[in-house]
């Protein structure tokens, strides 16, 4: 069931953005009057094939789902009757062929912009963006930074929760390595802060930016009383009650809920002495925490769960919502950044400024579809969201064999005046698939030893 937990949101979603990018190229052909042939979503054996539509296009689900594509009627690839040729693509102008190709790619930044406007109008949960400074000589504390300070703004641009105010930090430090940013502190007044982002690294196996520059949510102290407590798990068998509080552990006094994780957390399969407090009397109760493995590291678990309340949770959260037109006017904004620092990103990967550790395959990305769809529907589409920019952008990398590849040549074709001779094109495509080869062994490279390295 764990497996399908993963896999049903990787295959779906890596399945509607092929579906998009290909129906982006499939609606500019249809549109340009080219004949398609076939329509494919997968690559290798059909599973299920039909035939449509006055052209009778073939349309194809097949078993290696990492991929797609969209036949056209071309001379370069059989012979084609005379009355059919002004439908191939190869005789198309440049521009109509340019159209069709660029459309995919543009298809997926497209459906980026639907998926953010529908979870901006909707309404997304998100921690606030109020901080716990974590070391007195980090960043962010020698910048003046205090516990409860609410960030209200990044640069002049408005933040609304912890995400936006990770997602400045990281625009901030890719662009110009320093921020000015306005909060609220504890007190009610507003000031502005200069927050230098110089020692701040990107990369893969480094600490989260946020870490970098010493901050973390501010948590409100929750009082270690059970809200919850599993059926079948070490507390229950042991006779923890709901609304029991837990005033020691081995002696040692148990402040909030997060300090009786902790101590459980570290205790995997380790014997430990609870003092409880119910209806007035203390009670004392042994409980041995089951073994589990989370993220490569064996842990304590006792079925248990936290008392919550709205105080608490208001404290903490806030529903980020927008007007649809706002939505749509972000949504397009927020497209565009990601699409802005993707390309960063990749360049500075092929400078050497940052580790192709960074790079991810499809193992990576079902990890992650796993997760978001577990934290709730508006995570997973913004999930969505954010691989089919990746997806768009990819595509139009200038790399023979991707839709970027073609377009360049394309630009070739119209500064010439003519076609790039097809000797050129051949080499290119063979030169553009092994680097295609060579990016994907380094991805999965990259998921295998994040597997094994936790």
Known sequence: MALFDYLIPFVFGL?????????????????????????????????????????????????????????????????????????????????????????????????????YWVVFVAGVD???????????DSVAAQAGFQDRDEILSVDGVAVRSWQDWRWAVLKATMDTGEAEVRVRTEDGSTVVRSLPLQSVVVDEGRDDPMVQIGVRPFRPRIPPVIGSVL????AA????????????????TVDDFMTLVQKVSASPDERMRFELVRDGSVHELD?????????????GRIGVGVQRTEEGADSMFVVVTHPPLEALSLAAVQTWDMSIFSLKMIGRMITGDL???????????????????????????????LISISLGVLNLLPIPVLDGGHLLYYVIEIIRGGPVPERVMEIGQQVGLALLVMLMAFAFYNDINRLISG
């Open 15 to 115: 399945g509607l953005l092929i579906l998009i990018h290909e129906l982006g190229h499939y609606s500019v052909a249809r549109w340009c009057n080219v004949k398609v042939q076939r329509f494919s979503v997968g690559f290798g054996k059909p599973l299920i094939k039909w035939t449509m539509g006055k052209d009778r296009t073939e349309w194809v689900l097949a078993i290696f789902p990492l991929g797609g594509y969209v036949k056209m009627l071309d001379e370069r690839e059989g012979d084609v009757p005379a009355a059919l040729r002004h439908r191939a693509f190869n005789t198309q102008s440049v521009w109509r062929r340019f159209a069709i190709v660029a459309a995919g790619p543009l298809a997926n930044l497209l459906l980026a912009v639907v998926l």
């Open 126 to 136: 998100e921690l606030k963006a109020r901080v716990a400074v974590i070391a007195p």
């Open 231 to 234: 059926d079948d798990g070490p």
């Open 237 to 252: 068998i042991a006779g923890v009650q709901l609304g029991d509080e837990v005033l020691r552990i081995n002696g040692e």
């Open 287 to 299: 409980i041995t925490p089951r073994p589990e493995m989370v993220d490569d590291e064996m842990v």
């Open 355 to 385: 580790s192709w550790k960074n790079l991810s395959g499809p193992v990576t990305i079902a990890d992650y579809a796993g997760q978001s769809a577990k934290m709730g529907l508006d995570h997973y589409i913004k999930f969505l969201a």
